[in-house]
């Protein structure tokens, strides 16, 4: 029995503890939704008056960035050709969307199979389907064309993705109807980052950062604008025109390190819901798992993913 001489009274964590009031403490928020970012690379029409007259027009241009301000029973679009983020951190995963080609009206469209967020693409990784990779063959593939139509076709399908985590400041934000709206700052983020260009641009940016000792969080990127590339049907796809910022230095304090905290706690939500599918999976299919997935389920290396990067 712990005596009181023996308690620092000047301590409160000591008294507390011993008061019974250790469990009381107000636990960390655990982030379940976070606002998403990406870019809208359609223009969104409106009606406006013109010379008198109610024309359709575009009220938010396309190749606008896109935040989805996200609550839990309701969500509302922002849009804005220049912002800025502060990258927190980043993950990467592999993403595959099936059409549902027989779709009934009411029934959806389609479904993403999704792995698990980790901090590198050269391991397997547990998918929501009960296999690894969204079906992707492991290793390198030393000859694409000498593997089965099928197989082309699948890879084709599935999409290496950059997942940023991070701040975002908007600049002169609207809504959908091109209506302006308060400015937003600082608001916590994630996008997924999945077209092959944007991906490499953005991890130029981390090289470079990488290159000169420095971590994300200590520096704002500006996106001033997009790139409009065009496409064989006249149509655009827009990718982030991204420069880190030199000139200020940003110090790491609480509220950082709690918003860090808080896109772990995410990270890891997500990936413990996708262990939770793939284990289901597994067991709907038990008896379609091939020796080679078995061997693979044996060497799978768990990802922490609290761990500090």
């Known amino acids: 029995m712990t005596e009181l001489s023996n308690i620092n009274v000047d301590n409160y964590e000591d008294l507390a503890r011993a008061m019974g009031m250790a469990t009381e403490k107000k636990q960390p928020k655990k982030t379940s939704t976070l606002n998403r970012l990406r870019i809208w690379h359609s223009p969104i029409m409106g009606k406006a008056e013109v010379n008198g007259k109610l024309s359709n027009v575009e009220v938010v241009e396309g190749g606008a960035y896109r935040l989805e301000v996200v609550s839990e029973d309701s969500s509302f679009y922002i849009f804005s050709k220049n912002i800025t983020i502060r990258p927190f951190m980043q993950r ?26 980790a901090d590198s693409l050269n391991i397997d990784l547990k998918d929501n389907t009960g ?27 599935i999409k290496r993705v950059r997942v940023l985590f991070g701040t975002v400041s908007m600049d002169n934000p609207v809504d959908e109807k ?35 000792s420095r971590l994300p ?17 006249g149509s655009s796809f827009y990718t982030p025109i991204v420069e880190v910022d030199y000139t200020e230095n940003f110090d790491i304090n609480d509220e950082d390190k709690e918003l860090f905290g808080e896109f772990n706690l995410f990270v890891k939500g997500f990936n413990d819901w996708v262990c939770k599918e793939w284990d289901s999976n597994v067991q709907k299919r038990q008896g379609e798992v091939s020796p080679e997935e078995m061997n693979t389920v044996e060497d799978f290396i768990d990802i922490d993913t609290e761990e500090v990067k």
Request: proline share 5%; with cysteine.
């Open 92 to 117: 990467f995963m592999l993403k595959r969307y099936v059409a549902n080609a027989g779709a009934k009206s009411g029934e959806k469209k389609g479904s993403f199979h999704r792995t698990i967020m």
């Open 131 to 157: 296999r690894f990779n969204c079906g992707k063959p492991s290793g390198y593939v030393e000859d694409f064309q000498a593997l089965p139509k099928s197989t082309q076709d699948l890879i084709r399908q």
């Open 178 to 212: 091109g209506i302006p709206v308060e400015g937003l700052t600082d608001s916590p983020f994630i996008w997924e980052v999945d077209n092959k260009d944007a991906f490499k641009i953005f991890g130029d940016m981390f090289s470079e950062l990488s290159e000169k």
């Open 217 to 233: 969080i200590q520096h704002a990127m500006h996106l001033s604008g997009t790139h409009a590339n065009q496409l064989p049907n």
